[in-house]
C-alpha cells in the first residue's frame, strides 16, 4: 500500500510539473520593424526593460525592414508582428494579405518638412531630392502629403530617396546631399539651429493619420491570441516606463537614435513620448480613412474598419490593465 500511494504521489508530482511548465512555456515571436526613429522606441523599451520576458514573451527583434515591404516578413513567416506606418498595411490588405492592425502607436502626422538653408522658397524645391527613411514609411507619406499641398508632384516633380534611419537623414540634409525631407520635431530643431529652414508644419494640419501601427496576420492572431494579448500588454507597458522613466528612457533614444545634443533628446522625447505615443494605442479608423483618401482609385469604397482589429486594446482597457499601470 505505501508503495502504491509513493508511485502515485510520483505520477501526481510528474502530472504538476509538466502542467507548470506549460503553463510558464514562453511564446516565442519575431517582431520586425522599420528604421531606427522615435515612433519605434516603445518596442526597443519594451525590449531593454525587460518586458516581454515580464509578460511570458520570448521576442526576437529585427530592424531595417523597408516601410513599404512591411508586409511581406508577415506574408512569408519571418516575422509574426511588425511595427510600421499605417499604409503598407493597407495597401498589403487591398492587395489581399492577411494582414491587420491591433495597436495604433501614433495617430497623427508629427512631421516638419525642412529645407536645405540654399532652399529660401518652396518652389525651387522643384527638381530636387527629398529624403525619407524608407519608401512607404510614415516619413515618405508625410513628404508626399507636404509636396501636395505646395502644390508639388512628389511623382514627378522631385526624387525621393530611402536613406535610412534619423542620424543618417539629418545628416544627408545638412550636407546637401538631399535638399528637403519630412522630419520629427527634434530632428527639425536640430536643422534649424545649423540654419536649414521649415517650410510647413505638418502637425497644424490637424489631420489624424496612422503613423505607427502594429499589426499581424489575421490568421496569426486567431491562432495565438494569447501571445497577441500578451505582447500588447508589453508595448502598453513600455509606454508607461518611457513616461515614468524620463533619464532612462532619454539614454535610451540617445543609444539607438545616435544623437549626443541633450536639447535635441529633449525635444523628441517631449514629443513622442508625452504629447504623441497614446496610453490606450486604439488603431485610429480617422488615420486610416486619410490612408484611404490617398489611393480613391485603389481603395474604391473600402471602409477603415477593414483594416483594423479593436478588440485586442478593448479587452485590456475593460479589464482595467491599462489604468492599473498608471496608479
Known amino acids: 500500500m505505501i508503495v502504491k500511494r509513493s508511485r502515485m504521489s510520483h505520477y501526481v508530482l510528474l502530472i504538476v510539473l509538466c502542467l507548470s511548465s506549460t503553463a510558464h512555456a514562453q511564446d516565442k515571436i519575431r517582431v520586425g520593424f522599420g528604421s531606427l526613429a522615435s515612433s519605434h522606441m516603445v518596442l526597443l523599451a519594451a525590449k531593454d526593460f525587460g518586458l516581454f520576458r515580464k509578460y511570458n514573451l520570448d521576442a526576437e527583434i529585427v530592424g531595417n525592414i523597408p516601410g513599404a515591404k512591411s508586409v511581406v516578413p508577415l506574408v512569408s513567416g519571418d516575422a509574426q508582428i511588425i511595427h510600421a506606418a499605417g499604409p503598407p498595411f493597407v495597401l498589403g490588405a487591398l492587395g489581399g494579405s492577411d494582414v491587420v492592425m ?10 516638419y518638412l525642412v529645407a536645405h538653408k540654399d532652399i529660401s522658397h518652396p518652389a ?59 522630419y520629427s ?14 517650410l510647413l508644419d505638418l502637425a497644424l494640419s490637424g489631420v489624424e493619420y496612422q503613423h505607427t501601427a502594429v499589426a499581424p496576420t489575421r490568421s496569426f492572431l486567431g491562432r495565438n491570441r494569447r501571445a497577441i494579448v500578451n505582447y500588447a500588454k508589453a508595448i502598453i507597458d513600455g509606454t508607461k516606463q518611457m513616461k515614468s522613466r524620463k533619464e532612462e528612457g532619454l539614454k535610451l533614444m540617445g543609444k539607438y537614435l545616435r544623437i549626443n545634443e541633450h536639447q535635441v533628446l529633449e525635444s523628441q522625447y517631449e514629443e513622442n513620448v508625452n504629447t504623441l505615443y497614446a496610453r490606450k494605442p486604439y488603431p485610429t479608423l480617422a488615420g486610416v480613412k486619410t490612408v484611404l483618401d490617398s489611393i480613391p482609385k485603389i481603395a474604391k469604397a473600402s471602409k477603415p474598419e477593414e483594416f483594423v482589429e479593436m478588440g485586442i486594446i478593448r479587452e485590456l482597457d475593460e479589464s482595467g490593465f491599462i489604468d492599473n499601470l498608471y496608479r
Open 124 to 182: 525651387q524645391l522643384k527638381g530636387k531630392k527629398m529624403g525619407v527613411s524608407t519608401l512607404g514609411s510614415s516619413s515618405d507619406f508625410a513628404l508626399r502629403f507636404a509636396l501636395a499641398k505646395l502644390g508639388l508632384d512628389p511623382e514627378k516633380d522631385v526624387t525621393i530617396l530611402a536613406l535610412g534611419d534619423s542620424a543618417i537623414r539629418v545628416g544627408a540634409l545638412n550636407n546637401g546631399i538631399v535638399q528637403a525631407g519630412a
Open 185 to 198: 520635431l527634434g530632428e527639425a530643431m536640430y536643422l534649424k539651429q545649423l540654419g536649414h529652414r521649415q
Open 102 to 111: 491591433f495597436i495604433g502607436l501614433i495617430n497623427t502626422m508629427p512631421f
